[in-house]
């Protein structure tokens, strides 16, 4: 997994992987019960490149999910 920065959040790529999909939503299902302030999007990229997993949110969220990268 590779993470980049951008203006209110942060954007994680995956190798595309069997099931990835399916994971990354329950992993938004669980964290919107924790953090309902976070925005996600979820990219499909062309070539079979994977998914992209931009989550974003106000100046405040985007320090809670630097500090995760961080640990």
């Known amino acids: 997994m590779v ?3 951008s ?3 942060y ?3 995956f190798k595309d992987e069997s099931k990835l999909l399916e994971s990354l939503t329950m992993f ?3 964290e919107q019960n924790c953090c309902p302030f976070f925005r996600y999007n979820i990219s499909i990229l062309p ?7 931009e989550i974003a949110g106000p100046k405040a969220a985007k320090l809670m ?3 995760f990268i961080e640990e």
């Open 7 to 9: 203006s209110h959040g």
């Open 28 to 30: 938004i299902v669980a």
């Open 11 to 13: 954007i994680f790529y």
């Open 47 to 53: 070539n079979k490149k994977g998914l992209a997993l």
């Open 65 to 67: 999910i630097q500090n």
């Open 3 to 5: 993470s980049v920065e």
